[in-house]
């Protein structure tokens, strides 16, 4: 963009990519620093007085299901391979993975609710990939 | 009557499901309408766009109102927009009259709801006649009033400006879309992710995560606690419900469904200013204002009313000008979207039927909440009782399917959903606004195309001043929200010395 006769503009086609993106940034960089310039208080007391993250929460429910839900990521389209089209990546995946994930929130883990979790495990990703696979024909790793 | 031979059986089904469904996550805490429509929005793949909409719309009509359960059972918001309705409902409970605050609540719901939907009908069209003669340049003012407007009314107006730009900007990522003029140059990354992000991130994806699995990562953050008084839920067997008590609140009934509609129109303002201005205007109107707070069936309506007037209000900035009113009328973009139909001006005149299967069905979907949660309040009531550890998890997994299904079948929309998932739960951790930030990646990419197209038409900036009065409107309207803004501020700052 040529500003040179402002407020006449002229666009080089080829980088018109690049008008909107740097004029965009440009505006983001000049608020941050008013909101620094506004807030620099609270933010520098966040800095320098903590608690900081991840102190006050559950690490080990909070942790927990980003690792489980990466790993049943991960294993999804690899068990998906092996049976293409049919969808049994996502319900092979899916099972073990909503039992972990139900133990992960448990308070108590009574015998009770962790027969509820299993049984809850089995049958919603069978809901699932029978309504979307073989009802609504969609697509599913 | 054209219209008429669209109520199918399968259209009133899933209608119904829709709202028994959306009921169910207003229902639960944390769960909100917004993230029903994101979840279930894949099961409307294979259903047709106005079948499609039947259960979207539903979902959004159930999700809004499912929210006032918990909120007078429990005194926890089942949704943001139900949050005034705690300050007269909660008390009610306590002394007994669970009960009738619920349905003064539902009374109260179908009245907002049925509002605005008069409102959607009548506005929406008019609004659309209008915005048809805008050229780019009043359509990207249009954008940029939005984003001032949701700004003005962010708990910060800085922080709700740099929200909705920074969504601009990840907008932006891929290459300059060839098929609306661009020259198809990458932008914004860096060679590698060319493969996965040539056209950017996908909307759906990005609004799963944001809306969806971030609400998960903040439960599990907060330790996944269960509602220990849900165990302890009595709806009591106090004063019974009477119509009488809504002798004398019409007049409370159409001021709080009209703030809601009209709250529900600008862009990104979210349920709860509705609530909670409604709430405030019936506490200054009202000739009784000390009893607000203890259990005064006034406070109720007005906060029902209005967050059910939302529904309708947000739906007419999406149907008329392409830009959503509100985070769920956002996610129908998508839906929209998924059957290659854009939503702006010419859309209710170049697609008639699907605009009144719209009508018919947000006049259903009302009207099914109302007949399920009057009648099967006590039922509705225990879902509150569902636990977490049964249902995050299926919702993460509903989650995961949705992205996955988007674009039939591509691996890095989940991964898209898991770094969005992040993104929201770092802003939220932050204090950044999500509701700006999706409006601003809903629209950047249309705005990058209108300015950039007026500049090289017209090769001047001071085209978005002088090409038409209305651009002269706009700019007027978008000093006052900035003004606005600011005087806002300036009297919470000489509010706060006071006290």
Request: overall charge neutral; aromatic content about 12%.
């Amino acid at each position: 963009m040529n500003l040179a006769s402002f407020p006449n503009v002229s666009i080089d086609f080829a980088t018109s990519h690049l008008v909107f993106p740097m004029l965009v940034s440009i505006l983001l960089g000049l608020l941050l620093v008013a909101i620094l310039a506004t807030r620099w208080r609270t933010i520098w007391g966040a800095f320098t007085t903590g608690p900081y993250w991840p102190a006050g929460i559950d690490q080990l429910r909070f942790f927990g299901t980003i690792a489980l839900t990466v790993l049943y990521f991960l294993a999804m389209p690899q068990i998906g391979d092996l049976f293409p089209n049919e969808g049994y990546g996502f319900l092979i995946a899916s099972i073990p993975f909503l039992f972990l994930m139900s133990l992960l929130y448990l308070h108590r883990r009574s015998r009770r609710q962790i027969v509820i979790a299993a049984i809850n495990a089995a049958i919603a990703p069978t809901v699932v990939w029978y309504l979307l696979s073989t009802v609504f024909n969609l697509t599913l790793p | 009557m054209d219209f008429l031979s669209m109520i199918t059986p399968l259209f009133l089904v899933l209608i119904f499901s829709g709202t028994v469904i959306g009921i169910i996550f207003g229902a639960v805490p944390g769960m909100t309408a917004t993230m029903a429509v994101a979840v279930c929005l894949p099961l409307t793949y294979s259903l047709g766009l106005e079948n499609g909409l039947a259960l979207l719309l539903g979902l959004y009509v159930g999700g809004i109102s499912g929210g006032l359960v918990p909120a007078i059972l429990l005194n926890i918001p089942g949704t943001p927009s139900s949050i005034a309705t705690t300050f007269d409902g909660y008390p009610m409970t306590q002394r007994g009259e669970g009960e009738s605050a619920l349905k003064i609540a539902i009374f109260a719901s179908l009245f907002g709801g049925l509002f605005s939907l008069i409102v959607l009908y009548l506005f929406a069209p008019a609004l659309a006649d209008f915005a048809i003669q805008f050229s780019y340049v009043e359509k990207f003012l249009i954008i940029f009033l939005a984003l001032t407007v949701m700004a003005a009314l962010s708990s910060s107006m800085l922080i709700g400006i740099f929200s909705g730009v920074l969504g601009i900007l990840v907008s932006l990522i891929g290459a300059y879309d060839v098929s609306v003029g661009g020259n198809g140059e990458y932008r914004l990354m860096f060679g590698f992710m060319e493969p996965y992000l040539s056209g950017g991130f996908s909307l759906l994806p990005v609004l799963i995560g944001v809306f969806g699995l971030s609400s998960i990562l903040i439960e599990a953050a907060g330790g996944v606690p269960e509602n220990e008084g849900a165990a302890k839920i009595a709806l009591g067997h106090g004063k019974k419900f009477r119509l009488s008590i809504f002798r004398g609140e019409w007049s409370n009934l159409f001021r709080s469904a009209s703030i809601g509609t009209f709250i529900g129109l600008l862009p990104g303002v979210g349920g709860s200013a509705a609530s909670i201005m409604s709430y405030s205007q019936a506490k200054t109107f009202s000739k009784t204002p000390k009893e607000f707070g203890k259990g005064h069936p006034t406070g109720i309506v007005a906060s029902e009313a209005s967050n059910n007037g939302l529904t309708g209000g947000a739906l007419v900035p999406l149907l008329s000008l392409g830009i959503p009113g509100d985070s769920t009328t956002a996610i129908l973009i998508g839906a929209f979207t998924l059957q290659g139909i854009q939503v702006g001006p010419l859309f209710i005149s170049g697609n008639l039927e699907i605009w009144n299967s719209m009508i018919v069905a947000m006049l259903f979907a009302n009207i099914f909440m109302f007949a399920i949660m009057y009648f099967a309040i006590r039922h509705i009531a225990k879902i509150v009782t569902v636990p977490k550890y049964i249902l995050l998890p299926i919702i993460l997994m509903m989650c995961v399917v949705g992205s996955y299904t988007i674009n039939y079948g591509i691996m890095f929309d989940v991964w898209t959903l898991l770094i969005f998932g992040l993104f929201g739960y770092l802003a939220y951790l932050i204090g950044l606004e999500i509701a700006p930030f999706i409006i601003g990646f809903i629209l950047g990419p249309s705005a990058e195309i209108y300015f950039v197209k007026s500049l090289e038409s017209f090769g001047t900036v001071s085209i978005f001043f002088t090409k038409s009065w209305i651009a002269g409107v706009l700019w007027l309207l978008i000093a006052a929200s900035i003004g606005l803004s600011i005087w806002m501020s300036m009297a919470a700052g000489r509010h706060n010395d006071e006290t």
